[in-house]
């Protein structure tokens, strides 16, 4: 009887050296992908003090670095806080940076806040509106085109759509009384037609008082965890506390295009402190500056 033969197998290999033989593949394929995307970075060897290229701790230590200043960026979310009016609050949709950027330009040329008079379009004075105020052209920079391209991709309108930039300052007991950013008259809405939606942004914090008011707003928000520390007046209908960096969207037409009345809101005075802010009305069509 011829017996069967089998196939020779080959001896294997040790198990710890495979091991080895993997995670040195790995750790070297994570390491030029870390490269080519640019997290990390080959130091500079030209100086004779300069450290060397292969010195593995000083990538590690340049990764954590950026790891670190990456933890110092704020948490983003958008939250929404109403249907009708249809608002959202956009959480630290500024930096710090942009805020006070933006308080630096305006801060030379602040006059006092003034309404657009219906029948002319042009600006009056009114005892509504006690704050103080400027106007920042669109585009007018690059910070300011970058904060543009942010607002065109929160309320997916094009930045052509909108106004400049108007900065507002508050000091203790300044307001503005409830009011509509939608026209009722023709004037106002030749150029873009109607204002559509607002974007609030708030550049400071503010101890107490100067939240952002919807008195007509539908719903029950005596139940909201943050009653207790709002104003008087913050509690006269849906409120926005005022915070660094927070961008508040509403709009002031419905889906249907028709004109929301919920929309309407007004700016609390101020009790304690300063409150600064940056509006951008967005229009239907293009809006020509």
């Known amino acids: 009887m011829v017996k069967p033969r089998y196939p020779r197998l080959a001896p294997r290999k040790s198990s710890s050296s495979a091991m080895a033989l993997t995670m040195l593949v790995t750790f070297t394929c994570v390491i030029l992908i870390l490269l080519a995307l640019g997290i990390l970075s080959i130091p500079n060897i030209s100086g004779g003090d300069s450290p060397k290229a292969n010195d593995l701790s000083t990538i590690v230590r340049n990764t954590m670095d950026r790891i670190d200043a990456d933890e110092e960026i704020e948490e983003q979310w958008t939250e929404l806080i109403s249907w009708e009016p249809r608002a959202f609050v956009y959480h630290n949709f500024l930096t710090k940076e942009e805020c006070e950027y933006l308080i630096s330009l305006a801060k030379p040329h602040m006059e006092k806040s003034t309404v657009v008079d219906s029948e002319t379009g042009k600006s009056k004075d009114s005892r509504v509106r006690t704050s103080s105020g400027t106007f920042l052209a669109r585009g007018r920079d690059k910070i300011i085109r970058n904060i543009e391209k942010k607002i065109a991709g929160f309320t997916f309108l094009p930045v052509e759509h909108g106004e400049g930039f108007q900065i507002l300052h508050?000091?203790?007991?300044?307001?503005?009384?409830?009011?509509?950013?939608?026209?009722?008259?023709?004037?106002?809405?030749?150029?873009?037609?109607?204002?559509?939606?607002?974007?609030?942004?708030?550049?400071?914090?503010?101890?107490?008082?100067?939240?952002?008011?919807?008195?007509?707003?539908?719903?029950?928000?005596?139940?909201?965890?943050?009653?207790?520390?709002?104003?008087?007046?913050?509690?006269?209908?849906?409120?926005?506390?005022?915070?660094?960096?927070?961008?508040?969207?509403?709009?002031?037409?419905?889906?249907?295009?028709?004109?929301?009345?919920?929309?309407?809101?007004?700016?609390?005075?101020?009790?304690?402190?300063?409150?600064?802010?940056?509006?951008?009305?967005?229009?239907?069509?293009?809006?020509?500056?």
């Open 170 to 289: 508050y000091e203790v007991g300044q307001k503005y009384e409830p009011h509509f950013d939608y026209f009722l008259d023709e004037f106002n809405t030749k150029n873009g037609g109607q204002r559509m939606a607002t974007v609030l942004m708030y550049l400071s914090d503010v101890e107490e008082g100067g939240e952002t008011v919807f008195p007509a707003a539908m719903g029950n928000f005596s139940s909201v965890p943050w009653w207790n520390e709002l104003s008087d007046c913050g509690k006269e209908g849906l409120s926005v506390k005022p915070k660094m960096g927070d961008a508040l969207l509403f709009w002031s037409m419905k889906p249907d295009a028709t004109l929301d009345p919920s929309s309407l809101h007004g700016g609390c005075p101020v009790i304690k402190g300063n409150k600064w802010s940056a509006t951008k009305w967005l229009h239907i069509n293009e809006y020509k500056i």
